[in-house]
Nanobody
């Protein structure tokens, strides 16, 4: 099993920045993909940014150029630096670790990010 614990989100004004972190513990092995998804009220969960254990990244078009994902494999931690936040970024952000196809897919409990206009 894998446990994922996200840092607290928060309330940010439009144009501001916020950094999320997520620490994974338990039965973690490589290769894996860690990253962030989000779910806004009334919408489906969507990919924000993910990063493979070897460094490959994938970003949602809506966040490219504003958000940066990074990870520290030694600490089993993934980060999401969010800049130039806009109200449309308001959502619950979920950390994810995916061992597919060799293992399971795991989720954190989520952390709320609210961007005020």
């Amino acid at each position: 099993q894998v446990q994922l614990v996200e840092s607290a989100g928060g309330l940010v004004q439009a144009g501001g920045s916020l950094r999320l972190s997520c620490v994974a513990s338990g039965s973690i092995f490589s290769p894996n993909v860690m990253g962030w998804y989000r779910q806004a009220p009334g919408k489906q969960r969507e990919l924000v940014a993910v990063m493979g254990s070897l460094g490959s990244t994938n970003y949602a078009i809506s966040v490219k150029g504003r958000f940066t994902i990074s990870r520290d494999n030694a600490k089993n931690t993934v980060y999401l630096q969010m800049n130039s936040l806009i109200p449309e970024d308001t959502a619950v952000y979920y950390c994810n670790l995916n061992h597919s196809p060799y293992g399971g897919n795991y989720w954190g409990k989520g952390t709320l990010v609210t961007v005020s206009s």
